[in-house]
């Protein structure tokens, strides 16, 4: 047994256990108390600040397409208006009826 133990020769027996002398006590872990501690409160305020990131830079290009569209279709309205018989003067090349 000693070649087991890493060389220490084995405590002689009297006859009792030390193992099961001492009683080994569970711990019950409450699960309304376990909180996600320092590291979850970093991860999860970074998540919190890239979304609000994204959502600021994709609003921004939103507001780029929207007014890209706009503007393409002023375009268009001014150039079909030019096409039809001088309305350009017009705002928008609207005809008031």
Do not use: H, K
């Not at 220490?8 to 256990?17: I, V, W």
């Amino acid at each position: 047994m000693s070649a087991l133990s890493g060389g220490a020769p084995a405590p002689a027996s009297t006859g009792t256990s030390t193992a099961t002398s001492t009683p080994t006590q569970e711990v019950s872990i409450d699960p309304d108390l376990v909180t996600p501690g320092l590291w979850g409160f970093v991860t999860l305020f970074a998540l919190a600040v890239a979304l609000y990131l994204l959502g600021r830079g994709m609003a921004r290009r939103v507001q780029r397409v929207n007014q890209r569209a706009r503007l393409d279709a002023e375009e268009r309205a001014e150039a079909a208006a030019a096409r039809n018989g001088g309305d350009a003067g017009q705002p928008g090349g609207r005809r008031e009826g």
